[in-house]
């Protein structure tokens, strides 16, 4: 049986369930076969650290859109600019990789449960809405 494991304090706790997305997939391989020091742990948010956990989400998401904008503009302005249009458009393409790449800084990942349409809901509400 996998311990559950809050992302934020690192307590062994109960909380809201991590989504298993590519990255946490990408950081368990390299635990794994890498570094041989894979732990398995169940990863959750917990009561306490949730607050902690929205605003670090809503960082990440703003950044990540923020960060694929300039990617996208600096693209612009490259092929744009450029006499070498095939070139431009393939360092274009780099340079929206590289602005993607850099708003993984600040990942934090998804949680299991969906948040309903009406605004973020903390888990004390969750709890009550199953």
């Known amino acids: 049986m996998?311990?559950?494991?809050?992302?934020?304090?690192?307590?062994?706790?109960?909380?809201?369930s991590v989504?298993?997305?590519?990255?946490i997939q990408a950081i368990r391989w390299f635990?794994?076969?890498v570094t041989k020091n894979e732990?398995?742990?169940?990863?959750?948010?917990?009561?306490?650290?949730?607050?902690?956990?929205?605003?670090?989400?809503?960082?990440?998401?703003n950044r990540q859109l923020l960060y694929l904008i300039l990617g996208v503009v600096f693209a612009a302005v490259l092929v744009y600019a450029s006499v070498d249009k095939p070139l431009a458009?393939?360092?274009g393409m780099?340079?929206?990789?590289?602005?993607?790449l850099l708003s993984?800084?600040?990942?934090m990942p998804e949680l299991e449960v969906p948040i309903a349409a009406g605004?973020?809901?903390?888990?004390?509400?969750?709890?009550?809405?199953?």
């Open 2 to 16: 996998k311990d559950d494991r809050c992302i934020i304090c690192g307590e062994k706790k109960n909380g809201l």
């Open 19 to 23: 989504r298993e997305d590519y990255m």
């Open 31 to 33: 635990k794994k076969n």
């Open 39 to 61: 732990r398995g742990y169940a990863l959750v948010v917990c009561k306490s650290c949730y607050p902690k956990y929205a605003k670090a989400r809503k960082k990440f998401e």
């Open 89 to 91: 458009i393939l360092y």
């Open 94 to 100: 780099l340079v929206i990789l590289f602005m993607f």
């Open 104 to 107: 993984l800084l600040t990942y």
């Open 119 to 130: 605004g973020a809901k903390g888990p004390a509400e969750q709890e009550k809405a199953s």
